[in-house]
């Protein structure tokens, strides 16, 4: 057993990590003030190979596997967590849908920008009364001669109204009890996107809800087996709560660092808070939960990378790292006192950002059944 990270992992974080301090941290206050999302950023990250890390050559990627990816979104989230899951989703709910299940044409159509960076894909499962619930999906695809005409509503869709935008992966009934997986690219006809949501959080993030109106795409659209999108959305969610988790972490660690810096500088009562034990002993139990979070998360990760098993490690890793990093927010903007009640400060971003992780791409209780049915429970 070996807990080291290799030497090239490790030159590849302080890579990532650079970029994030000179790209990106600067910037977020200003992105998260304006609601804006950053073009040109993203453009960058992906001239810098972080949306093909996971993908084979090929395609334009380095073939890297998911711990190298969850490296990548732990900087980046230490500093943003919205320019994360911009990564996080452009890469685990955008592209591996396609990679995964996609037919060679599509692979060859759509993968070398959503690897290179160039696009961003997304994933439409969620509806207003099929979240958790995703069997519950209402959204109808019919195939009419060479055509899958699809009617239906999306709710919280990362990525999907971007200039980068160029497709939705959509789950939709193709039969009474068939959910079926099918591409829409970007500006067809009869694909509405809602007005971008106004979030407590991720104000950097793109999200909007989607409808759609007798929308055309051709048959070949479908993405995988006919019946078998929503097995195929469940493969891509194991993949995606792991990189969720490694966000967690990274969101921790900044509010971690934060909070030590600020708790050596701060002075009250003629000393620094830092050499109170009520504030001493939050930083240390937040580095107890960072250190126990990664731990979790890289093993999920490398099971993945190994090819083994590896359901019950994501929905653990997840539910730990996205709890604990709400938990982090919370203690860092406790020793932030005031100052972490105002925007501009990192952590009371970070307060607003964190809540979500225990929402997207499966809730805590939805975490917690997964591991509970692996348990043997009669759930």
């Not at 809800?209 to 070949?220: K, M, Q, S, Y």
């Not at 019946?227 to 900044?254: C, K, N, P, S, T």
Request: hydrophobic share 45%; charged share 25%.
């Amino acid at each position: 057993m070996n807990f080291e990270m290799s030497a090239e992992h490790e030159a590849f974080r302080r890579v990532v990590r650079e970029f994030a301090e000179a790209e990106i941290a600067p910037f977020a206050v200003e992105w998260d003030r304006d609601h804006r999302f950053p073009l040109e950023t993203v453009r960058k990250m992906g001239d810098l190979g972080l949306f093909g890390l996971p993908f084979p050559d090929e395609y334009g990627g380095s073939g890297s596997g998911l711990l190298t990816l969850c490296l990548a979104i732990e900087e980046v989230a230490r500093v943003d967590a919205s320019l994360a899951i911009t990564l996080e989703a452009g890469v685990s709910l955008g592209a591996s849908p396609i990679f995964r299940f996609g037919t060679e044409e599509q692979k060859a159509r759509w993968l070398p920008d959503l690897v290179a960076g160039r696009a961003l894909g997304a994933f439409g499962l969620t509806e207003p009364e099929a979240g958790s619930d995703a069997g519950a999906t209402r959204t109808r695809a019919e195939l009419q001669g060479d055509e899958w005409v699809l009617n239906g509503e999306k709710v919280f869709i990362t990525n999907s109204g971007t200039p980068l935008t160029s497709l939705v992966t959509v789950t939709a009934r193709t039969g009474p009890a068939e959910i079926s997986a099918i591409i829409v690219p970007a500006g067809t006809p009869g694909l509405v996107v809602e007005p971008a949501y106004r979030k407590m959080g991720w104000h950097a993030s793109d999200t909007h809800g989607l409808r759609f109106e007798d929308c055309r795409v051709p048959a070949a659209n479908l993405l995988g087996e006919r019946g078998r999108g929503f097995r195929q959305f469940l493969a891509i969610l194991d993949e995606g709560r792991v990189a969720i988790a490694a966000m967690a972490v990274g969101m921790a660690q900044g509010c971690l660092e934060q909070s030590v810096a600020y708790a050596g500088e701060r002075q009250a009562f003629g000393q620094p808070i830092g050499a109170n034990q009520g504030v001493a002993f939050r930083c240390a139990d937040m580095a107890v939960a960072v250190d126990a979070a990664r731990l979790l998360t890289y093993r999920a990760a490398w099971l993945r990378d190994e090819g083994k098993p590896f359901r019950r490690e994501a929905a653990v890793a997840k539910l730990y790292a996205s709890e604990i990093a709400v938990d982090a927010t919370r203690h860092a903007t406790q020793i932030f006192g005031g100052y972490g009640y105002v925007d501009e400060t990192p952590v009371s971003r970070f307060y607003r950002d964190a809540k979500v992780l225990e929402i997207g791409e499966g809730t805590s209780e939805i975490q917690r059944l997964v591991i509970a049915r692996g348990l043997g429970l009669p759930l």
